[in-house]
T-cell receptor, first 114, second 115 residues
Framework: DAGVIQSPRHEVTEMGQEVTLRCKPI?????LFWYRQTMMRGLELLIY????????DSGMPEDRFSAKMPNASFSTLKIQPSEPRDSAVYFC????????????FGPGTRLTVL | AQKITQTQPGMFVQEKEAVTLDCTYD???????LFWYKQPSSGEMIFLIY??????QNATEGRYSLNFQKARKSANLVISASQLGDSAMYFC????????????FGTGTSLTVIP
């Protein structure tokens, strides 16, 4: 099993540019989560999907952020336009159904907005 | 109110000693799960141990054990025989089973193992 795959691993962009982060969950997992981690705010849940449907997007900071899950094996998190304060590590995690199943995290995407 | 509280921003422990990382939680859901994750300097999040709210015994996984005190709403992680490789950030998390899939994470505790 390849685990949760995220791309790119590192992204450096200029303010105002569009950024797209990608995630491939573990096959068979039906829940997918996007987190943002910064030193100041720690680990924040941005949005999560269940069976490809967005369930809770209350953590999405503002309209510049959007997330999609067109199918069970792919999700994107898009920031348009990006700002320096968006610089963070963005994690994707997936989870199988069932009470006891933990979340498996991807390696993260380190985003730097100049 | 915070769902998960970790009051120790940083901890130090001598190699081979045991250390306890504190975690308290807040929920009115009768059915929930508590998780601990480790995040080394390389950045990945690694699942360590799980405790269910109805589990009668404290969870153990190798050198990790969870001191679950339900009445006090605490789920402290105990690492025995600390190793240098245990130096990392440790996050406590909770999932409320009746209200959905969301995981709530604490702010983390940075553990440094001293040789």
């Amino acid at each position: 099993d390849a685990g949760v795959i995220q791309s790119p691993r590192h992204e450096v962009t200029e303010m105002g540019q569009e950024v797209t982060l990608r995630c491939k969950p573990i096959s068979g997992h039906n829940s997918l989560f996007w987190y943002r981690q910064t030193m100041m705010r720690g680990l924040e849940l941005l949005i999560y999907f269940n069976n490809n449907v967005p369930i809770d997007d209350s953590g999405m900071p503002e309209d510049r952020f959007s997330a999609k899950m067109p199918n069970a094996s792919f999700s994107t998190l898009k920031i348009q336009p990006s700002e320096p304060r968006d610089s963070a590590v963005y994690f994707c995690a997936s989870r199988a159904s069932g009470h006891l199943n933990e979340q498996f995290f991807g390696p993260g995407t380190r985003l730097t907005v100049l | 109110a915070q769902k998960i509280t970790q009051t120790q921003p940083g901890m130090f422990v001598q190699e081979k000693e045991a250390v306890t990382l504190d975690c308290t939680y807040d929920t009115s859901d009768p059915s929930y799960g508590l998780f601990w994750y480790k995040q080394p300097s390389s950045g990945e999040m690694i699942f360590l141990i799980y405790q269910g709210s109805y589990d009668q015994q404290n969870a153990t996984e190798g050198r990790y054990s969870l001191n679950f005190q339900k009445a006090r709403k605490s789920a402290n992680l105990v690492i025995s025989a600390s190793q240098l490789g245990d130096s990392a950030m440790y996050f406590c998390a909770m999932r409320e089973f009746l209200t959905g899939n969301q995981f709530y994470f604490g702010t983390g505790t940075s553990l440094t193992v001293i040789p």
